[in-house]
């Protein structure tokens, strides 16, 4: 069963979205929203958006549908939502490791996924922003819109309509963990560039190499390789 409700406005989907399951079966329910007040991001990170300009969706997903692991999952979900934006857009979009939205060298998707016990069930709670019509982002330098990048507006209720049904098909059939992989290094942001990153507070060069099943990042620095978990390293862009 697949659902998307609306909420004119609202603190948070992830949030919101545990009164909509009420059902045993509940599957692949989506939470919308234009006017979101108190989002979160990864680790604590606050994600504002302008109202009326942006999209805050939620999907829950049933954990007893997934059979691959917590960081893979992970991965999947950027590379769908990368996917849907890519083929929307007609642009190259980047994964930024673990799991933001690059288009055109500004972010302007962030995505937090959690797990939570609802009514008995167990559930992935995927949550997204989109920046899709918002113009200006003041002190924000390396966020952007579809808009700013790409000049294109869409409406944002058909955008969110078109997500909702895209991101439940492709979870209906995981692809293997190697090729979600493969998937993720292949669009993975700034790959195989030299890039500034900040390590401990100090900024070093290094080179992306490729992120593994683990959720970690490996790093090509001056005195060899090294894997990061997110929060032990920044890049700068």
């Not at 007609?90 to 998707?109: A, Q």
Request: proline share 1%; charged share 25%.
């Amino acid at each position: 069963m697949s659902q998307l409700f609306y909420l004119n406005e609202c603190s948070s989907t992830n949030d919101e979205i545990s009164k909509f399951l009420l059902y045993e079966n509940s599957n692949f329910i989506g939470l919308h929203t234009f006017n979101q007040t108190k989002g979160r991001g990864q680790y604590g990170n606050v994600w504002t958006q302008t109202a009326g300009k942006n999209l805050a969706y939620t999907l829950a997903v049933n954990t007893q549908s997934i059979q691959c692991s917590d960081f893979i999952f992970n991965y999947y979900t950027a590379i769908i939502i990368r996917d849907f934006l890519a083929k929307l857009a007609d642009h190259d979009v980047k994964i930024k490791w673990p799991n933001d939205i690059i288009l055109k060298g500004k972010k302007i998707v962030g995505i937090l996924i959690e797990k939570k016990k609802i009514n008995q069930n167990n559930y992935f709670i995927i949550g997204a922003g989109i920046n899709i019509l918002q113009e200006k982002f003041d002190e924000i330098s390396n966020a952007g819109s579809i808009l700013t990048q790409t000049g294109r507006q869409f409406d944002l209720e058909d955008f969110s309509l078109q997500l909702h049904e895209f991101l439940t098909e492709k979870l209906k059939n995981i692809p293997s963990d190697q090729e979600i992989l493969e998937g993720f290094n292949k669009n993975l942001f700034r790959k195989d560039i030299i890039s500034v990153f900040e390590i401990e507070k100090e900024r070093q060069n290094g080179i992306i190499r490729n992120a593994d099943e683990k959720g970690e990042l490996w790093i090509e620095l001056e005195d060899g390789m090294h894997s990061f978990y997110h929060k032990e390293v920044k890049l700068l862009y």
